[in-house]
C-alpha cells in the first residue's frame, strides 16, 4: 500500500534542520475537582470503612447513643423503658404464680405478694407503677414475700440507672457543643492582598449572638497531597499555619467581626505560590475556631475549609463596622463583601527577592486611579458643556423676536412683545 501524500508541498515544507527550538512556556493544567476534606458547614468529609472491632463502640454506650442519630435515640429510648417494664412484669407474674395468687381456688384467708395482681397485664401494669413512682393505690406489695420485697428494691435500682443513662443522653445530645456553632460565622471565600508590605492570607470571623466565646482561638491549616524526599505519598498532610493572633497572644477578643490575618514568609506553605500557581494547585486551607460559650461553660468548635477556587488574589475584605450615633453598629449584609486592590500577582518569594516588584504595582495602579478621576472629570466637564449649550439652545429658542413698525412719515419704531 502506498503511502498517503502530505497535503503541504514539499518544497514548501520546513527542513528540520532550519527550525530553531523555541522555549515554551509552562502551560498550567486545570486542577481536578477532588472531594474536600472539610466542607463549608463544617463537616468533616470522611467515611470509615471495614472496621472489624465493632464491639469498641459498645464500651462507651453513653458516646455512642450521642453520637447517633435522633430517630435512633428515641427509638432505644422507648424500648429501653418497655423492655425493663416486660422484663419486671414478667417476674412479678412469676413471683405471684410461685406464692399461688394465681389460682382461683386459693384460700380466702391467704394473703396476696401483690394486692389485684391476677394476671399478666396487671403484673405489667404494677411494674410500671413501680419503676415511674406513679402508684394508683389499686395494686401494692404486703409484707407476706421476702422475694417479693427483694423484687421491689431491685427494680428501683435498676429504674434510677436506666432514667440517669437515658435522661443523661437526650440531655448531652440537646446541649450539643456544635449548635453554639451555627452562630458563629466565616466569609464564603479567603482573599489575599498586601497588608504593610507582605503578601497576606486573610479571612473574617463573627459571632452573631451577643454572648461572647470566651478564650477563642484561630487555628489555620494547610491540607495537601504530599511525596517525601524517600518516596512517601500522604495523602492528607496537615500543615500547621501561623496567625496574627496566635504571634501576638493566646486569644482572640471576639466582640464584633474580625480579620483573621497569616503572613505569608518564609515558613509558610503558600510562600512559593503566585496567583497562577495557587489557582492550579491542589491544596485546602481549613480554618478551626475553639473557645468556651459563656451562657453555658461548655467548650465548642466551628471549622470551615477554603479550597484553591475560593481564594481571591488581589482583594480586600469591605469595611462593615461604622459608628451610629455613639454606638457601633455592623452590617452583616457586606459580612463577605470584597473590593479588588493593587497586588502583585508574583509569590511571596518573588516579592522578598525583589521588592521593586511591590513599588511598581502601587505605581501603576495609582497612575490608573488617576487616568480614571481625570476621565470621569473629563466626561463631567463634557456632560456640563453639553447641558450649558442645550439650555442656551433652549433660552434662544424661547427668546421673543423683536417687530419693527413703519410709521407714515417714514419712521420706525420698535415694539417689542
Known sequence: MLPRKSIIPE??????????????????RDRVNKARFIAKSGACNLSHKNIREQGRFLQDVVTTLVDLKWRFTLVIFSMTFLCSWLLFAMFWWLVAFAHGDLDPNRKPGVQQCVTNVNSFTSAFLFSIEVQVTIGFGGRMITEQCPTAI????????????INAVMLGCIFMK???????????????????????????????????RKSMIINAVVR???VRKTTTPEGEVIPIHQIDVKTESAVTSNSIFLLAPLIICHVIDKD?????LSAMELQCSDLEVIVILEGVVETTGISTQARTSYVTEEIQWGHRFVPIVTEEEGVYSVDYSKFGNTVKVATPCCSARELDEKPSILIQTL???????????????????NNSMRKSNSMRRNNSALA??????????????????
Not at 268 to 272: F, G, Q, R
Not at 409 to 417: D, M, Y
Request: glycine letters at 2%.
Open 11 to 28: 518544497e514548501f515544507a520546513f527542513s528540520p534542520a532550519l527550525v530553531s527550538p523555541i522555549p515554551r512556556k509552562p502551560v498550567f
Open 363 to 381: 505605581q501603576k495602579s495609582e497612575l490608573s486611579q488617576q487616568n480614571s478621576l481625570r476621565k470621569r472629570n473629563s466626561m463631567r466637564r
Open 400 to 417: 421673543v423676536p423683536k417687530v419693527q413698525f413703519l410709521t407714515p412719515e417714514g419712521g420706525t419704531n420698535l415694539a417689542v412683545t
Open 174 to 208: 440537646t446541649a450539643q457543643s456544635h449548635r453554639r456553632a451555627e452562630t458563629l460565622i466565616f466569609s464564603r471565600r479567603a482573599v489575599i492582598a498586601v497588608r504593610n508590605n507582605r503578601l497576606c492570607f486573610m479571612i473574617r470571623v463573627g459571632d452573631l
Open 150 to 161: 427483694t423484687l421491689l428494691i431491685l427494680q428501683n435500682i435498676i429504674s434510677l440507672i
Open 220 to 222: 489555620l491549616q494547610v
Open 268 to 272: 509558610s506553605p503558600l510562600y512559593d
